[in-house]
């Protein structure tokens, strides 16, 4: 079936730097969009691209629906950021497969 | 800061006993969904509704079915739990299917 395979799963970040996280997927998906947890549990929206790049302050994303892959990248990340990332893959139906997770620590 | 509300945020049971979880969301979204968080975080697919249509169901117990009143409401009952249903429970909804999903806070039911 439909999977995505998200990675790392665990990224510990100094305070100025950045990394990317990725998400692979089985099959060919129409869209996908990027939160992140926040410390009450809610899934804060990032992103949502059907296809190309976005970019909002210090993230970016990316989203290749041929090539089977989405990126989230993080550059000067602050001790705010710590949390964890989910993608979330949008099937051609009404389907939505997330990914694992990634769990970010920004330490100073 | 988040137009889809669930309660009850959390909630502990007996095995056998009834649950009843409310969604409600205020952004005029016409789809509304029920996830369920398992022990690995991941997060699948349970029901969705399309202004008031049942529009998938996956290979879900039994015990556990959808009910909406309007577009704006979907409601998640689980007529006798089971320990397998200790779990965390996202409510979400879409303008469409092809748009972009918000979430609830999500109930967290832990059954004894």
């Known amino acids: 079936g439909d999977q995505v395979e998200q990675s790392p799963s665990a990224l510990s970040l100094h305070e100025g730097t950045g990394s990317a996280l990725r998400c692979n997927f089985t099959t060919t998906m129409r869209a996908v969009q990027w939160f992140r947890k926040n410390s009450r549990g809610s899934l804060i929206n990032l992103f949502y691209?059907?296809?190309g790049t976005k970019e909002n302050g210090r993230l970016k994303s990316a989203f290749d629906s041929k090539e089977r892959y989405s990126t989230l990248h993080i550059r000067d990340a602050q001790l705010e950021d710590s949390g964890t990332y989910f993608c979330?893959?949008?099937?051609?139906?009404?389907?939505?497969?997330f990914g694992s997770g990634t769990r970010l620590l920004v330490s100073p | 800061e988040t137009a889809v509300f669930q309660t009850p945020n959390y909630h502990v049971t007996q095995v056998g006993n009834e649950v009843s979880f409310n969604c409600k969301q205020t952004?005029?979204?016409?789809?509304m969904y029920w996830y369920k968080q398992d022990s690995k975080k991941l997060l699948k697919i349970m029901f969705s509704y399309n202004n008031k249509q049942l529009i998938v169901n996956e290979t879900v117990p039994r015990r556990f079915s959808p009910q909406s009143s309007d577009k704006a409401h979907l409601n998640l009952r689980i007529k006798s739990v089971e320990p397998e249903d200790s779990a965390v429970y996202l409510c979400a909804s879409s303008q469409g299917t092809n748009e972009r999903l918000f979430f609830g806070h999500g109930t967290k039911l832990s059954v004894l």
């Open positions: 952004l005029g979204h016409d789809t």
């Open positions: 979330a893959a949008l099937t051609g139906g009404y389907k939505v497969v």
């Open positions: 691209l059907a296809s």
